[in-house]
Protein backbone atom coordinates (compact mmCIF):
# COMPACT_ATOMS: atom_id res chain seq x y z
CA UNK A 1 0.00 0.00 0.00
CA UNK A 2 0.81 3.24 -0.95
CA UNK A 3 1.65 6.71 1.19
CA UNK A 4 -1.43 8.22 -0.66
CA UNK A 5 -3.42 4.90 -0.18
CA UNK A 6 -2.80 4.52 3.40
CA UNK A 7 -3.76 8.25 4.25
CA UNK A 8 -7.01 8.13 2.39
CA UNK A 9 -7.70 4.47 4.49
CA UNK A 10 -6.31 6.58 7.82
CA UNK A 11 -8.76 9.43 6.88
CA UNK A 12 -11.67 7.15 6.48
CA UNK A 13 -11.00 5.23 9.89
CA UNK A 14 -11.10 8.63 11.30
CA UNK A 15 -14.24 9.64 10.50
CA UNK A 16 -15.82 6.55 11.33
CA UNK A 17 -14.73 6.64 14.57
CA UNK A 18 -15.94 10.48 14.70
CA UNK A 19 -19.75 9.23 13.65
CA UNK A 20 -19.44 6.30 16.71
CA UNK A 21 -18.30 8.52 19.23
CA UNK A 22 -20.86 11.52 17.96
CA UNK A 23 -23.82 8.74 18.06
CA UNK A 24 -22.37 7.73 21.43
CA UNK A 25 -22.99 11.11 22.44
CA UNK A 26 -26.20 11.64 21.36
CA UNK A 27 -27.48 8.61 22.60
CA UNK A 28 -25.65 9.14 26.26
CA UNK A 29 -27.94 12.65 26.08
CA UNK A 30 -31.26 10.45 24.99
CA UNK A 31 -30.77 7.54 27.71
CA UNK A 32 -28.86 9.63 30.31
CA UNK A 33 -32.50 12.28 30.86
CA UNK A 34 -34.00 11.61 34.42
CA UNK A 35 -37.27 9.05 34.35
CA UNK A 36 -40.50 10.78 35.17
CA UNK A 37 -42.65 10.64 38.26
CA UNK A 38 -45.11 8.44 35.68
CA UNK A 39 -42.27 6.15 34.92
CA UNK A 40 -41.05 5.79 38.48
CA UNK A 41 -43.93 4.70 39.58
CA UNK A 42 -44.61 1.92 36.60
CA UNK A 43 -40.87 0.41 37.65
CA UNK A 44 -41.83 0.62 41.18
CA UNK A 45 -45.36 -1.15 40.19
CA UNK A 46 -43.31 -3.74 38.37
CA UNK A 47 -40.83 -4.00 41.22
CA UNK A 48 -43.33 -4.47 44.08
CA UNK A 49 -44.63 -7.01 42.03
CA UNK A 50 -41.80 -9.25 41.44
CA UNK A 51 -40.76 -9.30 45.14
CA UNK A 52 -44.26 -10.67 45.86
CA UNK A 53 -45.46 -7.64 48.31
CA UNK A 54 -48.95 -7.42 47.46
CA UNK A 55 -49.84 -4.36 49.58
CA UNK A 56 -46.78 -2.32 48.45
CA UNK A 57 -48.17 -2.68 44.79
CA UNK A 58 -51.46 -2.07 45.60
CA UNK A 59 -50.44 1.14 47.17
CA UNK A 60 -49.37 2.59 43.52
CA UNK A 61 -52.86 2.23 42.31
CA UNK A 62 -56.00 4.51 42.24
CA UNK A 63 -58.06 1.87 44.61
CA UNK A 64 -55.46 0.04 46.61
CA UNK A 65 -58.00 -2.22 48.85
CA UNK A 66 -59.47 -3.66 45.56
CA UNK A 67 -56.38 -3.85 44.13
CA UNK A 68 -54.35 -5.89 46.98
CA UNK A 69 -56.88 -8.36 46.98
CA UNK A 70 -56.82 -9.05 43.43
CA UNK A 71 -52.82 -9.10 44.10
CA UNK A 72 -52.77 -11.46 47.10
CA UNK A 73 -55.55 -13.81 45.29
CA UNK A 74 -53.28 -14.36 42.19
CA UNK A 75 -50.61 -14.99 44.32
CA UNK A 76 -52.27 -17.43 46.53
CA UNK A 77 -53.81 -18.80 42.66
CA UNK A 78 -50.82 -19.26 41.36
CA UNK A 79 -48.58 -19.95 44.38
CA UNK A 80 -46.86 -22.76 42.45
CA UNK A 81 -45.32 -20.65 40.13
CA UNK A 82 -42.99 -18.06 40.08
CA UNK A 83 -43.32 -14.53 37.91
CA UNK A 84 -40.79 -12.36 35.91
CA UNK A 85 -42.75 -8.90 35.15
CA UNK A 86 -41.00 -6.00 32.94
CA UNK A 87 -41.95 -2.94 31.33
CA UNK A 88 -41.99 -3.48 27.44
CA UNK A 89 -43.20 0.35 26.53
CA UNK A 90 -43.68 3.40 28.24
CA UNK A 91 -45.42 6.52 26.72
CA UNK A 92 -46.63 9.73 28.52
CA UNK A 93 -49.04 11.34 26.54
CA UNK A 94 -48.67 14.43 28.79
CA UNK A 95 -48.75 15.68 32.17
CA UNK A 96 -51.66 14.02 33.37
CA UNK A 97 -51.83 10.22 31.23
CA UNK A 98 -50.01 7.44 30.53
CA UNK A 99 -49.60 4.22 28.87
CA UNK A 100 -47.53 1.36 29.61
CA UNK A 101 -47.23 -2.09 28.32
CA UNK A 102 -45.95 -4.79 30.86
CA UNK A 103 -44.32 -8.23 29.88
CA UNK A 104 -45.41 -11.35 32.57
CA UNK A 105 -43.41 -14.39 32.27
CA UNK A 106 -44.99 -17.32 34.70
CA UNK A 107 -43.28 -20.41 35.32
CA UNK A 108 -45.08 -23.26 36.61
CA UNK A 109 -41.89 -26.03 36.51
CA UNK A 110 -40.16 -27.65 33.27
CA UNK A 111 -42.07 -27.10 29.73
CA UNK A 112 -44.51 -25.57 31.93
CA UNK A 113 -44.12 -21.55 30.84
CA UNK A 114 -46.83 -18.56 29.93
CA UNK A 115 -46.16 -15.55 28.62
CA UNK A 116 -48.31 -12.58 28.13
CA UNK A 117 -48.47 -9.12 27.87
CA UNK A 118 -51.00 -6.88 29.06
CA UNK A 119 -51.62 -2.86 28.94
CA UNK A 120 -52.22 -0.19 31.75
CA UNK A 121 -52.87 3.10 32.00
CA UNK A 122 -51.28 6.15 34.85
CA UNK A 123 -53.18 8.93 35.89
CA UNK A 124 -51.56 12.24 37.77
CA UNK A 125 -54.40 12.41 40.98
CA UNK A 126 -54.49 14.66 43.37
CA UNK A 127 -52.63 12.24 45.65
CA UNK A 128 -49.96 12.08 42.61
CA UNK A 129 -49.16 9.64 39.46
CA UNK A 130 -51.14 6.23 40.43
CA UNK A 131 -51.99 3.14 38.62
CA UNK A 132 -55.50 3.45 37.33
CA UNK A 133 -56.95 -0.08 38.59
CA UNK A 134 -57.98 -2.40 36.18
CA UNK A 135 -57.44 -6.41 37.16
CA UNK A 136 -56.57 -6.67 33.62
CA UNK A 137 -53.47 -4.88 34.46
CA UNK A 138 -52.19 -8.01 36.00
CA UNK A 139 -53.64 -10.76 33.98
CA UNK A 140 -55.25 -10.53 30.60
CA UNK A 141 -59.21 -11.20 31.04
CA UNK A 142 -58.94 -10.61 34.71
CA UNK A 143 -61.84 -8.49 36.15
CA UNK A 144 -63.06 -7.92 39.52
CA UNK A 145 -65.45 -10.99 39.77
CA UNK A 146 -63.03 -13.19 38.36
CA UNK A 147 -60.32 -15.52 39.98
CA UNK A 148 -57.14 -17.01 38.50
CA UNK A 149 -55.67 -20.01 39.44
CA UNK A 150 -52.82 -22.76 38.58
CA UNK A 151 -54.15 -25.96 38.34
CA UNK A 152 -52.85 -29.01 37.64
CA UNK A 153 -54.78 -31.46 34.76
CA UNK A 154 -54.79 -35.07 34.74
CA UNK A 155 -56.22 -38.01 32.49
CA UNK A 156 -57.85 -40.88 33.51
CA UNK A 157 -55.88 -42.48 37.18
CA UNK A 158 -54.07 -45.32 35.91
CA UNK A 159 -54.86 -48.86 37.99
CA UNK A 160 -52.63 -51.15 39.62
CA UNK A 161 -52.80 -55.06 38.83
CA UNK A 162 -51.18 -57.82 40.95
CA UNK A 163 -48.42 -60.34 39.62
CA UNK A 164 -50.97 -62.70 38.11
CA UNK A 165 -53.17 -59.87 36.24
CA UNK A 166 -55.83 -59.59 38.77
CA UNK A 167 -57.05 -55.65 39.66
CA UNK A 168 -55.51 -55.41 42.86
CA UNK A 169 -56.21 -50.92 43.55
CA UNK A 170 -58.13 -48.68 41.71
CA UNK A 171 -59.28 -45.12 42.44
CA UNK A 172 -63.00 -45.03 43.35
CA UNK A 173 -64.70 -42.29 45.56
CA UNK A 174 -64.72 -42.75 49.22
CA UNK A 175 -67.14 -41.37 51.68
CA UNK A 176 -66.55 -39.32 54.90
CA UNK A 177 -69.60 -39.49 56.80
CA UNK A 178 -68.57 -36.12 59.13
CA UNK A 179 -70.75 -35.21 62.26
CA UNK A 180 -70.47 -30.87 62.62
CA UNK A 181 -71.54 -29.68 65.93
CA UNK A 182 -72.50 -26.45 64.59
CA UNK A 183 -75.33 -27.57 62.06
CA UNK A 184 -77.04 -29.99 64.78
CA UNK A 185 -79.74 -28.95 66.92
CA UNK A 186 -80.05 -32.09 69.21
CA UNK A 187 -76.34 -34.07 69.58
CA UNK A 188 -78.20 -37.01 70.86
CA UNK A 189 -80.47 -37.43 68.85
CA UNK A 190 -78.22 -36.81 65.75
CA UNK A 191 -75.62 -39.58 67.29
CA UNK A 192 -78.41 -42.18 67.66
CA UNK A 193 -79.98 -41.76 64.28
CA UNK A 194 -76.32 -41.86 62.79
CA UNK A 195 -75.20 -45.09 64.86
CA UNK A 196 -78.04 -47.11 64.04
CA UNK A 197 -77.97 -46.39 59.82
CA UNK A 198 -74.28 -47.43 60.49
CA UNK A 199 -74.86 -50.04 62.19
CA UNK A 200 -75.40 -52.43 59.27
CA UNK A 201 -71.31 -51.65 57.47
CA UNK A 202 -69.89 -50.38 61.27
CA UNK A 203 -71.21 -51.78 64.01
CA UNK A 204 -68.38 -50.08 66.36
CA UNK A 205 -69.56 -46.79 65.75
CA UNK A 206 -72.30 -46.02 68.41
CA UNK A 207 -73.82 -43.31 69.52
CA UNK A 208 -71.88 -43.53 73.16
CA UNK A 209 -68.73 -43.40 70.46
CA UNK A 210 -69.83 -40.79 68.84
CA UNK A 211 -70.82 -38.52 71.57
CA UNK A 212 -67.47 -39.15 73.57
CA UNK A 213 -65.60 -37.87 70.53
CA UNK A 214 -67.84 -35.06 70.09
CA UNK A 215 -66.95 -34.26 73.60
CA UNK A 216 -63.21 -34.75 73.42
CA UNK A 217 -62.94 -31.45 70.87
CA UNK A 218 -65.74 -29.25 71.80
CA UNK A 219 -66.98 -27.65 68.69
CA UNK A 220 -64.74 -29.71 66.16
CA UNK A 221 -66.43 -31.57 63.21
CA UNK A 222 -65.69 -35.48 63.31
CA UNK A 223 -65.73 -38.22 60.90
CA UNK A 224 -67.57 -41.04 61.95
CA UNK A 225 -66.54 -43.95 59.57
CA UNK A 226 -65.30 -43.78 55.90
CA UNK A 227 -67.27 -45.99 53.01
CA UNK A 228 -66.55 -47.20 50.21
CA UNK A 229 -69.15 -45.77 47.39
CA UNK A 230 -71.35 -49.01 47.16
CA UNK A 231 -71.56 -48.87 51.11
CA UNK A 232 -72.71 -45.30 50.50
CA UNK A 233 -74.46 -45.74 47.97
CA UNK A 234 -77.36 -48.36 50.01
CA UNK A 235 -77.00 -46.02 52.75
CA UNK A 236 -77.25 -42.46 51.68
CA UNK A 237 -80.89 -42.01 51.68
CA UNK A 238 -80.90 -42.72 55.44
CA UNK A 239 -77.52 -40.66 56.21
CA UNK A 240 -78.54 -37.61 54.37
CA UNK A 241 -81.81 -36.01 56.26
CA UNK A 242 -80.19 -36.23 59.34
CA UNK A 243 -79.51 -32.90 61.03
CA UNK A 244 -75.38 -32.19 61.48
CA UNK A 245 -74.17 -34.75 59.35
CA UNK A 246 -71.75 -34.01 56.32
CA UNK A 247 -70.31 -36.16 53.71
CA UNK A 248 -67.06 -35.15 51.62
CA UNK A 249 -66.47 -37.31 48.48
CA UNK A 250 -62.52 -38.01 47.99
CA UNK A 251 -61.30 -39.94 45.38
CA UNK A 252 -58.82 -42.35 47.16
CA UNK A 253 -57.03 -45.31 45.57
CA UNK A 254 -58.09 -48.33 47.56
CA UNK A 255 -57.17 -52.00 47.09
CA UNK A 256 -60.28 -53.83 44.98
CA UNK A 257 -60.14 -56.61 47.46
CA UNK A 258 -61.39 -55.96 50.59
CA UNK A 259 -59.25 -59.07 51.76
CA UNK A 260 -56.46 -57.02 51.02
CA UNK A 261 -54.94 -54.84 53.45
CA UNK A 262 -51.06 -55.05 53.89
CA UNK A 263 -49.01 -52.31 54.73
CA UNK A 264 -47.60 -52.50 51.06
CA UNK A 265 -50.55 -50.62 49.82
CA UNK A 266 -49.17 -47.25 50.90
CA UNK A 267 -45.42 -48.06 49.40
CA UNK A 268 -47.73 -49.18 46.10
CA UNK A 269 -49.63 -45.60 46.15
CA UNK A 270 -46.31 -43.66 46.21
CA UNK A 271 -45.23 -45.73 43.18
CA UNK A 272 -48.70 -44.52 41.88
CA UNK A 273 -49.08 -41.33 43.02
CA UNK A 274 -45.01 -41.09 41.02
CA UNK A 275 -46.56 -42.36 37.62
CA UNK A 276 -49.33 -39.68 37.41
CA UNK A 277 -47.18 -36.60 38.65
CA UNK A 278 -45.01 -37.69 35.32
CA UNK A 279 -47.25 -37.07 32.93
CA UNK A 280 -49.59 -34.69 35.14
CA UNK A 281 -50.26 -31.71 32.72
CA UNK A 282 -51.46 -28.13 33.74
CA UNK A 283 -53.24 -25.12 33.09
CA UNK A 284 -54.37 -21.34 34.17
CA UNK A 285 -57.72 -20.72 35.16
CA UNK A 286 -60.18 -17.87 35.21
CA UNK A 287 -63.01 -18.69 37.31
CA UNK A 288 -65.81 -17.09 38.70
CA UNK A 289 -69.41 -17.81 40.58
CA UNK A 290 -71.50 -19.38 38.38
CA UNK A 291 -69.53 -20.28 35.52
CA UNK A 292 -67.34 -22.89 34.11
CA UNK A 293 -63.82 -22.26 34.49
CA UNK A 294 -61.85 -20.34 31.68
CA UNK A 295 -58.22 -22.09 30.49
CA UNK A 296 -56.09 -19.66 29.47
CA UNK A 297 -52.86 -21.25 29.65
CA UNK A 298 -51.50 -24.95 29.44
CA UNK A 299 -52.29 -28.47 28.37
CA UNK A 300 -53.91 -31.77 29.35
CA UNK A 301 -51.45 -34.66 30.77
CA UNK A 302 -51.24 -38.11 28.61
CA UNK A 303 -52.89 -40.82 30.57
CA UNK A 304 -50.25 -42.80 32.61
CA UNK A 305 -50.30 -46.27 32.23
CA UNK A 306 -51.41 -48.80 34.47
CA UNK A 307 -48.93 -50.27 36.93
CA UNK A 308 -48.58 -53.87 37.59
CA UNK A 309 -47.40 -54.88 41.29
CA UNK A 310 -45.15 -57.48 42.49
CA UNK A 311 -47.96 -58.34 45.00
CA UNK A 312 -49.50 -61.91 44.26
CA UNK A 313 -53.19 -61.82 45.79
CA UNK A 314 -53.04 -65.01 46.50
CA UNK A 315 -49.59 -65.26 48.45
CA UNK A 316 -50.84 -62.36 50.36
CA UNK A 317 -54.04 -63.63 51.54
CA UNK A 318 -51.92 -67.00 52.53
CA UNK A 319 -49.96 -64.72 54.77
CA UNK A 320 -52.72 -62.82 56.14
CA UNK A 321 -53.88 -66.18 57.11
CA UNK A 322 -50.73 -66.96 58.71
CA UNK A 323 -49.77 -64.00 60.56
CA UNK A 324 -52.95 -63.40 62.60
CA UNK A 325 -52.90 -67.01 64.09
CA UNK A 326 -49.90 -65.35 66.56
CA UNK A 327 -51.03 -63.20 69.76
CA UNK A 328 -48.15 -61.12 69.89
CA UNK A 329 -46.18 -58.74 66.93
CA UNK A 330 -45.42 -60.68 64.44
CA UNK A 331 -44.80 -60.02 60.31
CA UNK A 332 -44.35 -61.80 56.85
CA UNK A 333 -42.50 -61.23 53.93
CA UNK A 334 -42.20 -63.10 50.68
CA UNK A 335 -39.85 -62.03 47.77
CA UNK A 336 -39.81 -63.92 44.51
CA UNK A 337 -35.89 -64.69 44.24
CA UNK A 338 -35.47 -64.64 40.64
CA UNK A 339 -36.93 -61.47 40.08
CA UNK A 340 -36.91 -59.65 43.70
CA UNK A 341 -40.47 -58.83 43.35
CA UNK A 342 -41.78 -58.41 46.87
CA UNK A 343 -45.15 -61.22 46.64
CA UNK A 344 -46.44 -60.57 50.36
CA UNK A 345 -46.18 -58.53 53.21
CA UNK A 346 -48.19 -58.43 56.49
CA UNK A 347 -48.09 -58.03 59.80
CA UNK A 348 -50.88 -58.47 62.69
CA UNK A 349 -52.71 -55.69 64.71
CA UNK A 350 -49.67 -55.97 67.46
CA UNK A 351 -47.21 -54.97 65.27
CA UNK A 352 -49.20 -52.84 63.23
CA UNK A 353 -48.82 -50.21 66.88
CA UNK A 354 -45.58 -50.79 66.57
CA UNK A 355 -45.16 -49.25 63.07
CA UNK A 356 -43.34 -50.60 59.86
CA UNK A 357 -42.30 -53.40 61.60
CA UNK A 358 -41.94 -55.75 58.44
CA UNK A 359 -39.99 -53.46 56.42
CA UNK A 360 -37.95 -51.13 58.61
CA UNK A 361 -38.20 -52.73 62.19
CA UNK A 362 -34.71 -53.85 63.26
CA UNK A 363 -34.14 -56.72 65.49
CA UNK A 364 -30.93 -58.22 67.05
CA UNK A 365 -30.28 -61.13 64.54
CA UNK A 366 -28.81 -63.84 67.61
CA UNK A 367 -28.31 -66.91 65.03
CA UNK A 368 -30.50 -65.87 62.74
CA UNK A 369 -26.86 -64.94 61.34
CA UNK A 370 -25.32 -67.79 61.94
CA UNK A 371 -25.90 -68.89 58.05
CA UNK A 372 -23.62 -65.68 57.18
CA UNK A 373 -21.18 -66.47 59.49
CA UNK A 374 -20.92 -69.74 58.15
CA UNK A 375 -20.44 -68.59 54.86
CA UNK A 376 -17.80 -66.16 55.65
CA UNK A 377 -15.90 -68.30 57.33
CA UNK A 378 -15.99 -70.54 54.05
CA UNK A 379 -15.16 -68.59 51.90
CA UNK A 380 -11.81 -67.20 53.93
CA UNK A 381 -11.02 -70.83 54.42
CA UNK A 382 -11.33 -70.13 57.91
CA UNK A 383 -13.14 -71.12 61.16
CA UNK A 384 -16.90 -69.66 61.38
CA UNK A 385 -16.68 -68.92 65.09
CA UNK A 386 -13.17 -66.28 64.32
CA UNK A 387 -14.96 -64.53 61.98
CA UNK A 388 -14.60 -61.01 62.46
CA UNK A 389 -17.82 -58.12 62.57
CA UNK A 390 -16.59 -56.81 59.47
CA UNK A 391 -15.88 -59.78 57.56
CA UNK A 392 -19.50 -60.76 59.06
CA UNK A 393 -20.86 -57.42 57.55
CA UNK A 394 -18.77 -58.16 54.56
CA UNK A 395 -20.51 -61.01 53.58
CA UNK A 396 -23.91 -60.35 54.49
CA UNK A 397 -23.83 -57.63 52.19
CA UNK A 398 -23.00 -60.10 49.28
CA UNK A 399 -26.03 -62.01 50.36
CA UNK A 400 -28.00 -58.48 49.93
CA UNK A 401 -27.58 -57.07 53.69
CA UNK A 402 -26.73 -53.63 54.05
CA UNK A 403 -26.62 -52.75 51.04
CA UNK A 404 -28.39 -48.65 50.34
CA UNK A 405 -31.32 -49.96 47.75
CA UNK A 406 -33.68 -47.23 46.61
CA UNK A 407 -37.06 -48.66 45.24
CA UNK A 408 -39.42 -45.52 44.35
CA UNK A 409 -42.36 -45.10 47.13
CA UNK A 410 -40.44 -47.56 49.35
CA UNK A 411 -39.09 -47.23 51.87
CA UNK A 412 -37.01 -50.37 53.79
CA UNK A 413 -34.29 -51.50 55.60
CA UNK A 414 -32.23 -54.91 55.76
CA UNK A 415 -29.72 -55.14 58.37
CA UNK A 416 -27.35 -53.26 60.33
CA UNK A 417 -23.97 -54.79 61.31
CA UNK A 418 -20.83 -53.97 62.14
CA UNK A 419 -19.37 -50.34 60.97
CA UNK A 420 -23.06 -50.53 58.64
CA UNK A 421 -24.73 -49.62 62.00
CA UNK A 422 -26.76 -46.38 61.81
CA UNK A 423 -28.91 -44.66 63.56
CA UNK A 424 -31.04 -46.40 66.29
CA UNK A 425 -32.59 -49.72 66.83
CA UNK A 426 -36.56 -49.41 65.74
CA UNK A 427 -38.86 -51.22 67.61
CA UNK A 428 -36.63 -53.49 69.42
CA UNK A 429 -36.63 -51.46 73.00
CA UNK A 430 -33.12 -51.51 73.51
CA UNK A 431 -30.55 -49.93 72.31
CA UNK A 432 -28.80 -53.36 70.66
CA UNK A 433 -25.50 -52.26 71.73
CA UNK A 434 -23.08 -53.83 69.43
CA UNK A 435 -25.09 -56.36 68.10
CA UNK A 436 -25.87 -56.95 64.51
CA UNK A 437 -29.74 -55.91 63.69
CA UNK A 438 -32.18 -58.06 61.03
CA UNK A 439 -35.08 -57.05 59.59
CA UNK A 440 -37.63 -59.32 58.33
CA UNK A 441 -37.38 -57.83 54.95
CA UNK A 442 -33.46 -58.14 55.25
CA UNK A 443 -34.43 -61.98 56.23
CA UNK A 444 -36.60 -62.70 53.37
CA UNK A 445 -33.98 -61.05 50.89
CA UNK A 446 -30.98 -63.49 52.83
CA UNK A 447 -33.38 -66.37 52.02
CA UNK A 448 -33.83 -65.14 48.07
CA UNK A 449 -30.42 -64.41 47.78
CA UNK A 450 -29.41 -68.36 49.02
CA UNK A 451 -31.80 -69.14 46.22
CA UNK A 452 -31.32 -67.28 43.57
CA UNK A 453 -27.33 -67.74 44.13
CA UNK A 454 -27.25 -63.66 43.99
CA UNK A 455 -28.67 -60.69 45.91
CA UNK A 456 -31.88 -60.04 43.55
CA UNK A 457 -32.92 -56.31 43.28
CA UNK A 458 -35.98 -55.88 45.50
CA UNK A 459 -39.22 -54.27 43.34
CA UNK A 460 -42.77 -53.78 43.98
CA UNK A 461 -43.54 -52.72 40.57
CA UNK A 462 -42.51 -54.98 38.19
CA UNK A 463 -40.10 -53.56 35.38
CA UNK A 464 -38.96 -51.06 37.94
CA UNK A 465 -36.08 -52.68 40.16
CA UNK A 466 -34.15 -50.94 43.17
CA UNK A 467 -31.36 -49.25 42.30
CA UNK A 468 -28.06 -49.65 44.65
CA UNK A 469 -25.75 -47.69 45.36
CA UNK A 470 -23.01 -50.17 45.77
CA UNK A 471 -23.52 -53.73 43.91
CA UNK A 472 -21.75 -56.13 45.83
CA UNK A 473 -20.14 -59.76 44.05
CA UNK A 474 -22.13 -62.82 44.97
CA UNK A 475 -20.30 -65.59 46.83
CA UNK A 476 -18.44 -68.36 44.95
CA UNK A 477 -20.87 -71.23 43.81
CA UNK A 478 -19.32 -73.66 46.67
CA UNK A 479 -19.98 -71.29 49.37
CA UNK A 480 -23.58 -70.51 47.88
CA UNK A 481 -24.50 -74.48 47.86
CA UNK A 482 -23.06 -75.07 51.26
CA UNK A 483 -25.34 -72.59 52.34
CA UNK A 484 -28.47 -74.60 50.43
CA UNK A 485 -27.18 -77.93 52.34
CA UNK A 486 -27.33 -76.49 55.65
CA UNK A 487 -30.57 -75.12 55.12
CA UNK A 488 -31.92 -78.11 53.88
CA UNK A 489 -30.64 -80.46 56.59
CA UNK A 490 -32.07 -77.45 59.17
CA UNK A 491 -35.79 -78.60 57.78
CA UNK A 492 -34.96 -82.27 56.98
CA UNK A 493 -33.80 -82.48 60.52
CA UNK A 494 -32.69 -79.50 62.64
CA UNK A 495 -34.72 -76.91 64.54
CA UNK A 496 -37.20 -76.55 61.28
CA UNK A 497 -37.86 -79.84 61.14
CA UNK A 498 -42.02 -79.30 61.94
CA UNK A 499 -41.84 -78.18 58.35
CA UNK A 500 -40.30 -81.39 56.74
CA UNK A 501 -43.48 -82.66 55.05
CA UNK A 502 -43.64 -79.34 52.62
CA UNK A 503 -41.72 -81.14 49.58
CA UNK A 504 -38.52 -78.70 48.38
CA UNK A 505 -38.28 -76.48 51.37
CA UNK A 506 -34.96 -74.97 53.32
CA UNK A 507 -34.91 -72.95 55.63
CA UNK A 508 -33.20 -71.38 59.22
CA UNK A 509 -35.44 -71.62 62.43
CA UNK A 510 -33.59 -69.52 64.57
CA UNK A 511 -34.24 -67.60 67.84
CA UNK A 512 -33.14 -64.04 69.51
CA UNK A 513 -33.69 -63.72 72.92
CA UNK A 514 -37.63 -64.31 73.11
CA UNK A 515 -38.08 -63.54 69.63
CA UNK A 516 -38.45 -66.18 66.89
CA UNK A 517 -37.11 -66.39 62.87
CA UNK A 518 -37.79 -68.68 60.29
CA UNK A 519 -36.29 -68.09 56.92
CA UNK A 520 -36.46 -70.12 53.59
CA UNK A 521 -37.05 -70.94 50.31
CA UNK A 522 -39.28 -73.18 48.35
CA UNK A 523 -39.60 -72.82 44.20
CA UNK A 524 -39.29 -69.40 43.15
CA UNK A 525 -40.78 -68.36 46.58
CA UNK A 526 -38.74 -66.85 50.01
CA UNK A 527 -40.22 -65.63 52.66
CA UNK A 528 -39.10 -64.81 56.26
CA UNK A 529 -41.70 -65.28 59.58
CA UNK A 530 -40.64 -62.89 62.82
CA UNK A 531 -42.30 -63.11 66.01
CA UNK A 532 -41.51 -61.03 68.82
CA UNK A 533 -41.59 -62.07 72.55
CA UNK A 534 -42.91 -65.32 70.96
CA UNK A 535 -44.79 -67.35 73.23
CA UNK A 536 -43.19 -70.37 72.48
CA UNK A 537 -40.03 -72.06 71.28
CA UNK A 538 -41.73 -73.05 67.93
CA UNK A 539 -43.85 -69.80 67.26
CA UNK A 540 -42.27 -68.69 64.02
CA UNK A 541 -41.78 -72.44 62.58
CA UNK A 542 -45.39 -72.97 63.01
CA UNK A 543 -46.74 -69.61 62.22
CA UNK A 544 -44.26 -70.67 58.59
CA UNK A 545 -46.04 -74.10 58.39
CA UNK A 546 -49.67 -71.88 58.44
CA UNK A 547 -48.43 -70.19 55.65
CA UNK A 548 -47.12 -72.81 53.48
CA UNK A 549 -50.52 -74.72 53.92
CA UNK A 550 -52.63 -71.91 52.91
CA UNK A 551 -50.62 -71.20 50.12
CA UNK A 552 -51.01 -74.64 49.02
CA UNK A 553 -54.96 -74.17 48.74
CA UNK A 554 -56.48 -72.72 45.22
CA UNK A 555 -57.45 -69.43 45.67
CA UNK A 556 -61.27 -70.46 45.08
CA UNK A 557 -61.15 -72.01 48.47
CA UNK A 558 -59.84 -69.38 50.61
Given amino acids: MGFRDWRRGRGRVTALVSVVVLAAGMASCVFGEPRS ?21 AALTSYPNAAEASIRQMFEGMKDGS ?58 ELNRTRTVHHVRTDAAPPKIFDRTGQLLMAEQTINAVVVDPALMPDPVDTTT ?25 PGARITAVKLRDQDYQFLEDEIVPIPGVVVVKTPTLISADRRISTPLLDPLRAAWQLERDATAGWAVTLEEPGADPVQVAGFQGPPPPDLQATLDAHVQLAAKEAVVSVGTPAAIVAIQPSTGGVLALDVNN ?47 RR ?46 LLAASVARG ?12 AKVGEAAEPLPPHVTDALRAAMAENVRSGPASFLKGHPGLSGIAAASGDDRWFYGYTGDLAFAVFVANADGGDRAVKMADMFLRELGKPPADR
Fill in 350 to 396: WAMELGPVASRGLYPAGQTLDPVRLAAGLDRGVDPASVSTDDLADTA
Fill in 83 to 140: VDYDVAQFVELNEQTGFFTLGADWNFGPGKDWGYQVDGVAKNLAVGWRISWDPQVLVP
Fill in 37 to 57: DAQRLVDDFVAELNEGDAAGA
Fill in 454 to 465: EAPLPAIVQGKP
Fill in 399 to 444: LGLGLDYDVPGFDFETAQIGENRSGVVQFSGSDGGGEALLSPFGAA
Fill in 193 to 217: RLAKVLEPVAPVITADLLQRNLAAD
